[in-house]
């Protein structure tokens, strides 16, 4: 684990990439790169949860509705839950890598 641990109102947190990120926690888009979500047997890229719904929906995953503030998904066969914010412009990479993880060598993040 590599960066710089920034105390701030209370709260330390790690900035993984400090070139990226000013040590007041604001996010520098000049030196960012943005990270998009790939469903790896087509190469396409989600740009909608429309999208995303249906190449989750293939692989046997289901809407949960149990939280009306987020758009959740389960899978039956396992205890796995993927939990997005409602907004699709919410949808940061940590959203992503979870997708990933529970869907193994089906997606994967990309930088852009």
Not at 3 to 32: I, M, Y
Not at 75 to 99: A, C, E, G, Q
């Amino acid at each position: 684990m590599s960066g710089v641990w920034v105390f701030k109102n209370g709260v330390v947190r790690l900035v993984e990439n400090p070139a990226a990120e000013s040590l007041d926690g604001s996010r520098q888009s000049s030196n960012t790169r943005r990270k998009v979500l790939v469903h790896t047997p087509s190469n396409e890229v989600i740009t909608s949860y429309a999208v995303l719904e249906h190449k989750l929906w293939s692989l046997g995953w289901e809407r949960y509705y149990e939280d009306p503030s987020l758009l959740q998904f389960h899978k039956r066969s396992t205890v796995h839950l993927i939990s997005l914010p409602k907004d699709f412009n919410k949808f940061k990479s940590i959203h992503m890598y979870d997708i990933v993880v529970k869907n193994r060598n089906v997606f994967e993040v990309r930088d852009v």
